[in-house]
């Protein structure tokens, strides 16, 4: 087992490695280029879009409306990554690595938005009348390369069991019995039933509830981290300097920091910013897929907007609270570093709460955004026919990783989550003049 093990973190290390993380952001800086910078121009309208206009038209084409698609792909993005992802970033390689982050998201968008425009223009409508898109769609029929999009789907049929299920229901289970002492198989039963009451429903089920569910969450978790950066104003400009300061120059070791390099600092901010907004792993496309819009740019726009909440806002927040607490050079790492830090800003039995309870809104709602993303992912290898009995086995599934040890497990589907990028950033560069395109008839007609 211990040779096992130690072949799958070697292969783990090998996706996640330079090339990978080199592949993901020079895509997304080559579609910045190419989109001349749509995500800097165009981000207020595009959040307009998103959070205030938001009247749908329900006529058009599509499951669900655009707000609910964006909260279903940030369901799936706005999860353990922000809490624990960042701690890990920041405890690793300094303050610094959060620059890296934003700078991630901010190529990132770009990267977001040319997945929504190719996941709209080439979904098709099934046998049940809902519609069916995301990477395997759109490189299949726009590439015509039916076995890479066979291809991701497979790695993102695996990856919805391990990183959008067991991996999320342990860490739910894991966070409720430190804080409240709840047994783990009484938390797999009560997530198992939850799960089963959104996800039998499909997609428009999903949406309703992820329409509600990720709002608050947000909001929930904005706010407590506000309130502490509220206590800690004086300490803010500070934060910023030595967040741009170690970004560029080596940080010192200190306390339980141990000290980066610049390049450490650079590797940890893009690798956990791509692991938090997962721009360019194919994944989000596939619930932009399912909005009602009749024109691929529409939804693209709301699409950009996911990585800039999810990196430029939320990981931002939890970043700055680490700093201004002083708690980022503790020696901790993950979600108990990040549970250190809200303790000290608020006391530490409501720190805790916020942190466990976070924690298990995030993870429960990365179950219901995954469990369509592999539902898809399964349909288009398997046809329609298995989608029912996928939702009960995903269901299923949720409570075994409640209770099982998933070191392993965790370590596979990380593997398969990264492998997810390369047959989608083939599709990204390969169908780069279709995205210019859309865009380009978008912007350019009369209103």
């Not at 991630?104 to 938005?113: E, P, Q, R, S, V």
């Not at 391990?162 to 409240?180: H, K, R």
């Not at 309703?208 to 502490?228: A, D, K, N, W």
Request: aromatic letters at 12%.
């Amino acid at each position: 087992m211990g040779n096992f093990s130690q072949l799958v973190a070697t292969v783990g290390n090998w996706v996640w490695g330079a090339p990978l993380i080199i592949l993901l952001v020079g895509t997304g800086i080559w579609l910045t280029i190419r989109l001349r910078g749509l995500q800097f121009t165009r981000l207020f309208h595009a959040l307009y879009l998103a959070l205030i206009k938001r009247k749908e038209e329900t006529d058009q084409p599509g499951d669900i409306t655009h707000f609910q698609a964006l909260m279903t792909a940030l369901s799936a993005t706005v999860g353990t990554g922000n809490i624990a992802g960042v701690a890990t970033a920041i405890a690793t390689g300094g303050p610094g690595a959060l620059f890296w982050m934003w700078i991630t998201g901010l190529f990132g968008m770009a990267t977001k938005y040319s997945e929504a425009v190719l996941a709209v223009k080439y979904r098709i409508k099934d046998r049940y009348g809902t519609m069916s898109g995301g990477p395997m769609y759109y490189i299949s029929q726009g590439l015509g390369w039916k076995w890479l999009g066979a291809l991701f789907a497979v790695f993102a049929s695996i990856s919805a069991f391990g990183i959008g299920n067991m991996v999320q229901s342990n860490s739910v289970a894991d966070a409720l019995e430190s804080t409240f002492q709840l047994p783990f198989w009484l938390t797999g039963l009560v997530l198992m039933m939850a799960t089963a009451l959104v996800i039998i429903g499909g997609i428009r089920s999903i949406g309703r509830v992820t329409g509600f569910l990720v709002p608050f969450m947000i909001v929930f978790y904005m706010g407590s981290s506000l309130i502490i950066l509220l206590l800690n104003i004086q300490a803010i400009p500070e934060a910023f300097y030595l967040i741009f300061r170690s970004a560029f120059s080596p940080t010192a070791a200190t306390g339980g920091f141990l000290g980066a390099t610049v390049m450490l600092t650079i590797r940890m901010g893009v690798a956990r910013g791509v692991f938090s907004n997962e721009s360019g792993l194919g994944s989000s496309p596939i619930a932009a897929a399912a909005a009602q819009t009749k024109d691929p740019v529409t939804q693209a726009l709301v699409s950009m907007t996911q990585t800039f909440i999810d990196t430029l806002v939320v990981c931002t927040l939890t970043g700055l609270v680490l700093i201004t607490t002083h708690t980022w050079y503790s020696g901790h790492t993950g979600a108990e570093l990040t549970t250190i830090a809200f303790s000290q800003g608020l006391g530490s039995v409501i720190g805790k709460y916020i942190v466990s309870i976070g924690l298990a809104l995030f993870a429960y709602s990365t179950i219901l955004g995954w469990s369509y993303y592999g539902e898809k992912s399964i349909e288009f290898l398997l046809g329609e026919k298995a989608v029912m009995p996928y939702r009960y086995i995903f269901t299923l599934f949720v409570g075994i990783g409640a209770i099982a040890e998933l070191e392993i497990v965790w370590s596979i589907a990380d593997i398969f989550n990264g492998l997810m990028a390369f047959p989608n950033l083939v599709g990204l560069l390969a169908l780069t003049p279709v995205i210019v395109q859309e865009t380009r008839r978008y912007f350019d007609a009369p209103r």
